[in-house]
């Protein structure tokens, strides 16, 4: 006998976020692939989990989560996303919001089933679905405002689709789907009668006036939708591992139960940090949230627009795509080496987000950064321009 991968083992491969971040390390570059939150952790977050280690809560929590957090989580929903749910029964606190949506895929899909994903998508959730043995299709979004027609999705459409992904506001592209196109969406969902698992790690990261609609609090979607968020990105807690799935019951019991299979639980201590911190967070920290990014959005797409590097100015969430087919290179990998070389700043190959060789002249960049780290970033960004500039200038002259 040879010993040998699984199948599925064998599918998976490392993704492009990891290993951009990976030579970023070998060089000593500035990461702007990866979406780890550089900013401050809030102090009430951090406090709280403290307390919550003082106080004793070290020891396996109930499986869908401290009851502390379930409760504050119900009434966010409420308040914020518009969904009426039970904290007894309808959510799930998992090891973040990767471990909700692996839980939900496990626990609602078989191997076979087809899900749609748009694109650019997140590696992470084609991954997921091929983890489980699902099949993923495509609906390929057009910039520059990422956008899709009714056509799309049915042209996607087969009898084995059982389900649909919606990452709002979305990773890579930063769009924030309308009222009108998650309407369109949920009338597709009713008429296929499709499960939807969303995204809504980014519900707080949102620009130029635009507002936050979850897919789930559409009418006709509650019943079919699988919410999922947490609070990595929002309190800059990447390595706490906290998220949530938000069902109905029926799901959420079968969503909890492999919750309890693979982690058990997330953090005790953490989670009671966060739920403290949920509760007692005031309104103003979230509108800043918008107002502090939205300024290193602007930050870094002036630059990428100076350098040449056009970018797809993003509506939500904090990351920007560019163009870099200006850059040497037959792909996006090449180019984003290039430009680590060059300047020892880390992008991701814009390949990652797309299947069949798509986003080859595309690379994105991540901007939830300190200031000061956006701005050393975007100093050498500009030192791009003036090396092209003089390396144009001696080929002239030669």
């Known amino acids: 006998m040879t010993l040998s991968l699984s199948q599925r083992g064998a599918r998976i491969e490392q993704a492009e976020i990891r290993a951009m971040s990976i030579e970023c390390e070998k060089v000593g570059g500035i990461n702007l692939a990866q979406g780890v939150c550089d900013t401050q952790v809030p102090f009430l977050i951090r406090a709280n989990a403290h307390q919550g280690i003082e106080k004793g809560i070290n020891s396996y929590t109930r499986f869908d989560g401290l009851a502390e957090l379930r409760e504050a989580i119900a009434q966010k929903m409420r308040q914020y996303n518009g969904i009426t749910a039970d904290p007894e029964t309808e959510i799930v606190v998992s090891a973040g919001s990767t471990g909700a949506f692996y839980c939900a895929c ?88 499709l499960f939807v698992f969303t995204d809504e790690i980014y519900e707080h990261f949102l620009y130029d006036g635009r507002s936050h609609i979850s897919p789930g609090s559409i009418e006709g979607m509650k019943d079919r939708t699988i919410s999922i968020s947490g609070f990595s990105k929002t309190f800059s807690i990447t390595g706490w591992r906290i998220g949530y799935a938000v069902s109905a019951a029926r799901w959420a019991r079968r969503i909890g139960y492999m919750n309890d299979l693979i982690y058990v639980c997330a953090p005790s201590p953490l989670q009671y940090g966060v739920a403290a911190g949920l509760s007692r967070m005031d309104r103003s920290f979230y509108q800043e949230l918008s107002v502090e990014y939205v300024e290193k959005r602007d930050r870094i797409c002036e630059t990428l627009t100076r350098v040449g590097l056009l970018p797809c100015v993003p509506q939500g969430a904090y990351y920007v795509l560019a163009d870099v087919s200006s850059l040497p290179g037959k792909t996006s990998k090449e180019r984003a080496m290039f430009l680590l070389e060059q300047t020892g700043v880390a992008s991701v190959p814009g390949e990652a987000f797309f299947h069949n060789g798509g986003g080859k002249d595309l690379v994105r960049f991540c901007f939830a950064k300190t200031d000061q780290e956006l701005q050393e970033s975007c100093r050498r960004l500009e030192q791009l321009s003036l090396k092209t500039h003089f390396r144009v200038a001696s080929e002239l002259n030669q």
């Open 106 to 193: 496990l626990a609602l899909l078989d191997p076979g089933d087809e899900v749609i994903l748009f694109e650019p998508y997140y590696g992470y959730h084609v991954n997921t679905l091929l983890a489980v043995e699902s099949v993923p299709a495509y609906v390929t979004l057009q910039p520059p405002d990422w956008s899709f027609a009714a056509a799309d999705l049915e042209r996607a459409a087969t009898t084995r689709t059982k389900a649909l992904v919606i990452n709002t506001p979305s990773n890579p592209s930063g769009k924030v789907f309308s009222r009108p196109e998650l309407e369109a969406i949920a009338e597709f969902a009713v008429h296929h009668d």
